[in-house]
């Protein structure tokens, strides 16, 4: 069904397969290492086609929108074309895990030393929807205690962070 490699699945609530990693073709159509499937028979959707990257892990957010990581982190509609959603964390390297808590918040782990400009080294938390004048990451880097207490506060443009106190 893909011409090469596939590394990562998610499925939506609707059935909607989508596919992430390193193909040029899946599911009848050319689609670059992004696609949305059909449940029901496997062909990619013949509208939802974003700008697609080599992809390592995708996570649905239940809210209409999914978050890819791998060569480029970004968040696309699940529905129409696939628009990408103004959030990117510019990572200064690869990401190659995700994840989001109940709160929304998004966890990227990998081979970066910097995300939205601040130093952070293999792991961050950034809200799910970043504000354009400034971008919040979480957590201070991958040496944090998860038994430390944490510090909700509110960035200028009014987005959730929290900071580790020890």
Do not use: H
Request: charged share 15%; proline share 5%.
């Amino acid at each position: 069904m893909a011409n090469d490699e596939v590394g990562s699945l998610a499925i939506d609530v609707d059935g909607s397969v989508y596919v992430g990693g390193f193909f040029g073709s899946i599911g009848g159509a050319n689609r670059t290492s992004l696609a949305k499937l059909s449940g029901t028979n496997g062909a990619a959707d013949a509208i939802w086609s974003p700008f697609g990257c080599a992809v390592t892990s995708l996570i649905l957010d239940g809210n209409g929108a999914l978050f890819t990581d791998g060569w480029c982190t970004q968040k696309i509609s699940t529905t129409g074309a696939g628009a990408r959603i103004g959030w990117n964390p510019l990572p200064n390297g690869e990401v190659t895990a995700l994840a989001l808590d109940a709160s929304g918040s998004v966890y990227l782990g990998g081979s970066f030393t910097v995300v939205a400009g601040q130093p952070r080294s293999g792991l961050a938390a950034v809200p799910p929807n970043l504000c354009q004048k400034r971008r919040s990451p979480l957590i201070n880097n991958a040496a944090w205690d998860v038994t430390a207490g944490i510090v909700p506060r509110r960035n200028a443009c009014g987005s959730i962070f929290v900071t580790r106190i020890e």
